[in-house]
């Protein structure tokens, strides 16, 4: 199964707000996770990606951070929500480097 | 900037004709990967082909690789309306092979 897990499927925050987003995974273990954000009608763009446990590589400077306190679970966090952090935000997992991803279904984020 | 860009940005066309995009990068790669997203979804992975294949099918589904130009194409045969969404490609670098990059994204209407 590669059945991921994303929660929740909307969320409308105020400006200054804490964030927590939830994704969690099934099947093989120690998957490499992504968390990617989708402005409207734009490309992905890579945020945080880990390859295990505590490791966490961040491809964007900005008040995001993410965190994988399980094999099987990935977060994405902020202390303090701005508008420009309004986006669709996808998790996604890969068994190893270079093979496939598969995707959630996304959260999509409005910060008001 | 993105590792893949994705020509051209949209594309609309009548049912039963070919859908041809473009996909250029700019860093040595393992492998180019192309996606499907339908409005508000996930994405959905469609074909891998590594930097050692030039041509690979699934399908109603051609791509082809040109590692000396740095570029890939995805054509769709025979298009149906249910092949309207939008397409991205993905590579995962041969410096990185963790990470995975997306383009812009190729918006295709599928005319009935």
């Known amino acids: 199964s590669q059945t991921i897990h994303q929660w929740p499927a909307t969320l409308v925050q105020p400006v200054g707000s804490p964030l927590s987003l939830e994704c969690t995974v099934e099947g093989t273990s120690n998957p490499n996770l992504y968390w990617y954000r989708q402005a409207a009608g734009r490309g992905l763009q890579l945020l945080f990606y880990?390859?295990?446990?505590?490791?966490i590589s961040s491809e964007v400077p900005q008040n995001l951070s993410a965190s994988r306190p399980q094999d099987r679970q990935f977060i994405l966090s902020s202390k303090k929500l701005l508008l420009s952090d309004s986006g669709f935000y996808l998790c996604?997992?890969?068994?190893?480097?270079?093979?496939?991803?598969?995707f959630g279904q996304g959260t999509r984020l409005t910060v008001v | 900037s993105q590792q893949g860009e994705e020509d051209p940005q949209a594309l609309s066309i009548q049912e039963g004709e070919n859908a041809t995009m473009n996909c250029s990068y700019k860093?040595?790669?393992?492998?180019l990967q192309w996606y499907r997203q339908n409005s508000g979804r996930g994405l959905v992975h469609l074909i891998l082909?590594?930097?050692?294949?030039r041509e690979k099918h699934s399908g109603r589904l051609r791509v082809t690789l040109d590692t000396s130009k740095k570029s890939s194409s995805l054509l769709i045969t025979a298009s149906r309306a249910a092949d309207t969404a939008s397409y991205f490609c993905a590579t995962a670098l041969e410096a990185a092979g963790n990470k995975l990059t997306f383009g812009g994204g190729t918006r295709v209407l599928v005319k009935p």
């Open positions: 996604a997992r890969r068994w190893q480097q270079n093979t496939e991803a598969f």
């Open positions: 880990s390859v295990g446990i505590g490791q």
């Open positions: 860093t040595s790669i393992n492998n």
């Open positions: 082909i590594r930097s050692n294949e």
